[in-house]
């Protein structure tokens, strides 16, 4: 027996022995002690924690003692349970197998994994982290051992013995830091001696946190364990311990710190005072822990491990560029407290002298109009990602009056704010600052302004930049109580700059400036954008004019609703967004219950450009899911064709318009010479119906064959020879004319890509559908599949497969249908349908809204042979099917997509995209195929014994949403994530697209 086995033995008898656990013991990892998870046969769990020799009795003693504390006081607390032997002792000495003597105890075991190996470790999690930590602080408020007074290198009251050791640290620029750190430490120390001081953790790291959760399954805080670092210290030490953990790489590292003080704050309130001490405390921590490792790594100059563990916290030190004192602001925001010292009392003012304040514009503006420029209810600009300046010196046209004075809301979410500068990521689905900080009051150029208050100067100054400010003035003020506040004049004249000075006093009702026009003022239309700030802390260089939606309780915080400096009341110029909630809620009252909601958390979309949509509060999705807008949302093209149709007519077919026969023509000249005939509907479904009847009539015959897990449309007859709906539970089962066979899906089908004959295999698999349909008297009517089926699982058939089945359809009598309402239109890039690239002839070719770019559109293309068979003396017609505004809309989108060029962005960003795909699938083992073409494309996610995986893909699929990418999932188990753009997508959305997922697949592994 070796070494382990014979420790194992051991410590399994004497669990046995001294709590009458029988169980299996598993070695767990311990830096100087030993510890085993036992596992007992009907599953339960313990910890068995075998101290080193010589341990202190005192410090172990400390630790049992909190456990059990804890218990009584939280019990509710994830916190490990002591488990008292059988003669109700907490803690033993026992003799190892080498007959030397150790302290053991015994510990409930929690469920879950360390917050280090967790992914994504969101806001929520974090918040939730936070409650947990103040709730176990409050439990060890009133515990005390003595062993809490130790003097140890971990408690953050004495970090101060780094200041001998910093010369270790060689780095100039790095040592510098640390002083500084250092030294601000020193400063904070009387304030944060004067704190009460009690029992605190003293090491929430991410590895003595666990975390229940795995896929879509919510990330829950399952246990805060090893108390073996506690000491007495004020509780914001504690705080500030966790802080610096969970800061270390994290994306928003603003964020994550407010989540946690907030969940803090709901359960143990914070003050002000504590709040504003956890920056400095936090960055103490790190430099107390590289100084440290540092030390470490000088005695152990073959370990390795030792420099790599101080790498996350020097990438946080050097590269986080938070300013200490907004960061004081955010964090007492997310607890609801004043952003900055009297800030409630600033308010207070405000409110008490609202209506007494002289007129900003000279003259009362409380009857004046209010002009909404939301994403809701407006279309500036065109184009959401760049407003040139003669669109920008237009906005707001639809509300101008000669000049009389119309309003702009505060808290007003718009896309008017389109240039690069007010994105906070790469990409322009990145998160955005679209919600507006002030009140606008537009007016003629050159009105004068005047002084609402008596205060001085702060700035005066140009700011240049493309929609930027132009003049802008921010004035101080104070309260009679001697409280700060700050007000904002932008897109001023100039003019004021051989006039104002920084300090000069400004008084009552005193004219200061000039509105200017938009040669001056950033480019805008003539008003003035008038905002608040009750400090001015870490935005004195940038003041943000435009808030993250994200960031609300921050920047409404910062800069309230200004109106009481204009004598109005707040509900006038304060926007409220439509709730989500309240049309989700209304959504489900009114519509059927089978009306799905994509993603968990559903989106509300309200406007879209490109292949991108916005939701109500202006946040960008990049689109990588809808291919119904073919040439993409709100073409100004489509738009113009529509508009100007329909201030002339908009008839039907059963009279003659040149844009009936000019949108054939265009059809037409796309398609093969033996299609001849159009039919307009208004939808694939209606198309796809249509086929049936025209297939039926020529051929005399009823029955169809087509592939299983297809879909074509949501009529009766649609319905029936779709068995992604008929199949499903509830579904109305399969009909007798109509005959399933398997798909054509050499990946995970009957016959795989290693064999050369599966084309024709498949294709053999069509002889006993036909047979079957003839015994039944039905007869081939024909076959109607998905060129490249979507539903099915975004496959692509073996070349040769759809020719050796047409031939077997025709032979015995039926007509070939190829629907291409998914394929169809150049999405595949290097073929403008997809029958093209199976090179075969199609009896019929359907396609579905894309042609219309979302405008209801269908279209049957046929032989005349079949249209004549069809011409049985029965009149066909489609109310609005060929109707001329429909005619003009499919003749402009087929159009666009030659003028754009965009069947060949198809092969280019499709190739970009399969290129990446491809690079994902070699990474990642859950990634079983990547298949398409253009962009038309499908990733199968698998588990790892090869079967589908439906749960990572529902994980994947929301977790893109989380990022603002729109994708979908298809597949006969829901299986294959389903990338499918608008034609317009660019380099950068693929980009976005691989390295997002690439992320995202990162957290499954």
């Known amino acids: 027996m070796d070494k382990t086995a014979k420790r194992i033995q051991h410590w399994q008898s004497v669990l046995a022995q001294k709590w009458h656990i029988n169980a299996e013991l598993t070695p767990l990892d311990g830096e100087y002690d030993l510890n085993f998870r036992a596992t007992t046969e009907d599953g339960a769990g313990y910890i068995v924690k075998v101290m080193r020799v010589g341990c202190d009795r005192w410090l172990v003693d400390m630790q049992v003692k909190a456990f059990e504390h804890i218990t009584a006081r939280q019990p509710q607390l994830p916190c490990p349970m002591v488990i008292p032997a059988t003669d109700a002792a907490s ?41 947990v930590l103040a709730g176990s602080a409050m439990a060890l408020a009133d515990f005390h051992h003595e062993g809490l007074a130790r003097d140890f290198k971990w408690d953050l009251m004495r970090a101060a013995w780094i200041g001998d050791e910093i010369t270790c640290i060689t780095d ?33 790291n991410d590895y003595n946190i666990l975390v229940t959760g795995a896929l879509s399954a919510p990330r829950r805080v399952s246990g805060l364990i090893d108390l073996g670092d506690m000491c007495a210290a004020p509780r914001i030490c504690d705080l500030a311990i966790a802080a610096a953990y969970i800061v270390l790489d994290h994306a928003r590292p603003e964020a994550a710190l407010a989540a946690l003080v907030a969940g803090y704050h709901a359960v143990y309130p914070l003050t002000t005072g504590e709040l504003d001490m ?28 030792v420099t790599i563990s101080q790498a996350p916290a020097w990438r946080f030190l050097e590269g986080n560029t938070l300013h200490a004192g907004l960061l004081a602001a955010r964090l007492r925001a997310a607890c609801g407290l004043p952003v900055v010292k009297g800030a409630e009392r600033v308010q207070a003012w405000l409110e008490q002298e609202r209506g007494n304040f002289a007129p900003l514009m000279g003259c009362d503006i409380s009857d004046a109009p209010l002009g909404a420029l939301s994403v809701e209810q407006s279309t500036w600009p065109q184009n959401p990602f760049h407003m040139p300046l003669e669109e920008a010196a237009r906005v707001g046209a639809e509300f101008e009056d000669q000049g009389r004075i119309w309003l702009g809301y505060y808290h007003e979410p718009r896309l008017i704010y389109a240039e690069p500068a007010f994105r906070k990521g790469p990409w322009k689905a990145s998160d955005r600052r679209t919600v507006h900080l002030a009140v606008d009051v537009f007016t003629s150029a050159g009105t004068p302004m005047f002084a609402p208050m008596r205060g001085e100067v702060f700035v005066a100054e140009y700011r240049a930049g493309h929609l930027d400010y132009g003049g802008v003035i921010i004035l101080r003020h104070e309260t009679p109580q001697d409280d700060p506040f700050y007000t904002l004049y932008g897109h001023l004249d100039p003019e004021f700059l051989d006039r104002l000075r920084v300090g000069q006093v400004i008084e009552r009702g005193q004219e200061f400036c000039r509105l200017g026009d938009a040669t001056m003022n950033g480019g805008w239309a003539p008003h003035v954008h008038f905002q608040l700030a009750l400090t001015t802390e870490g935005i004195e260089a940038d003041w943000p004019g435009v808030g993250d939606p994200d960031e609300m309780y921050l920047w409404r915080a910062i800069c309230p609703n200004p109106a009481a400096l204009l004598n109005l009341e707040d509900e006038k110029v304060r926007y409220a967004p439509t709730s989500k909630h309240d049309i989700r809620e209304a959504r489900q009252q009114k519509f059927g219950g089978n009306l799905s ?27 990588a899911y809808n291919n119904v807008p073919h040439v993409g949302h709100a073409h100004p093209r489509i738009q113009t064709v529509a508009a100007d149709q329909l201030k002339r007519i908009n008839s039907n077919t059963r009279y003659l318009h040149p844009a009936q026969t000019a949108f054939a023509d265009k059809i037409l000249s796309k398609l093969p010479d033996h299609l001849q005939v159009c039919y307009f509907v208004n939808s694939g479904t209606e ?41 499903k539970p509830g579904g109305v089962g399969q009909s007798d004319w109509v005959e399933l066979v398997e798909i054509a899906d050499d990946y995970r089908g009957s016959f795989g890509r290693d064999d050369p004959m599966r084309a024709q295999k498949f294709a053999d698999l069509v002889d006993p559908a036909i047979a079957s349909l003839q015994d039944k008297g039905q007869g081939v009517a024909g076959f109607i599949a998905e060129t490249f089926p979507s539903v099915g699982g975004q496959i692509i058939p073996p070349k040769g497969y759809l020719a050796a089945v047409y031939a077997k359809i025709r032979a015995a009598g039926g007509v070939c249908i190829a629907d291409e309402v998914q394929t169809g239109l150049g999405r595949l890039g290097a073929y403008y349908f997809g029958f093209e690239v199976q090179e075969v002839l199609p009896d019929i070719v359907v396609m579905g809204k894309p042609i219309g770019n979302g405008h209801p559109l269908g279209v049957l293309v046929t032989t005349r042979e079949i249209a004549a068979s069809f011409d049985n003396g029965i009149e066909f017609f489609s109310t609005f099917g060929g109707s001329t505004l429909s005619c003009r809309i499919g003749h402009e989108v087929l159009q666009i997509v030659d003028d754009e060029n965009l069947q060949d962005n198809a092969r280019k960003i499709g190739g970009q995209l399969m290129a990446g795909l491809k690079t994902l699938k070699a990474k990642y083992d859950c990634v079983g195929d990547v298949r398409g073409m253009g962009l038309f494309l499908g990733v199968e996610l698998i588990r790892p014994d090869g079967s589908e995986a439906p749960e990572i893909c529902a994980y994947v699929k929301n977790r893109m949403r989380d990022y603002r990418i729109l994708i979908g999932s298809e597949g006969p188990k829901d299986n294959v994530l389903k990338i499918r753009p608008p034609l317009t997508i660019e380099a950068e959305d693929a980009a976005m697209i691989i390295e997002v997922l690439d992320h995202i697949l990162g957290e499954v592994a």
């Open 91 to 131: 803690l033993l000495t026992i003799r190892d197998e080498n007959g030397q003597e150790r302290l053991v105890w015994l510990l409930g075991q929690l469920p879950g994994r360390c917050y280090a190996h967790i992914a994504p470790k969101s806001e929520a999690l974090i918040h939730e982290l936070g409650q």
């Open 172 to 204: 100039p620029a790095r040592r510098e830091m640390i002083k500084d750190i250092h030294a601000q430490f020193a400063a904070l120390m009387p304030a944060l001696n004067a704190l009460p001081k009690h029992a605190i953790h003293n090491d929430a």
């Open 278 to 305: 956890l920056w400095p405390l936090l960055r103490m921590r790190l430099a107390v822990s590289v100084v440290n490792s540092t030390l470490m790594a000088a005695d152990n100059p073959d370990d390795p491990y």
């Open 597 to 623: 909601l994509s993603y968990e958390d559903p989106v509300m979309l309200v406007r879209g450009w490109k292949h991108y949509l916005f939701d109500e509060w202006g946040r960008p999705y990049l689109d």
């Open 687 to 727: 198309a796809n119906e249509l086929a049936l009847r025209l297939a039926r009539a020529h051929t005399g015959a009823k029955g169809m064959v087509t592939p299983d897990h297809g879909y074509h449309g949501n009529t009766t007859g649609a319905v029936d020879i779709s068995a992604y709906k008929f199949n």
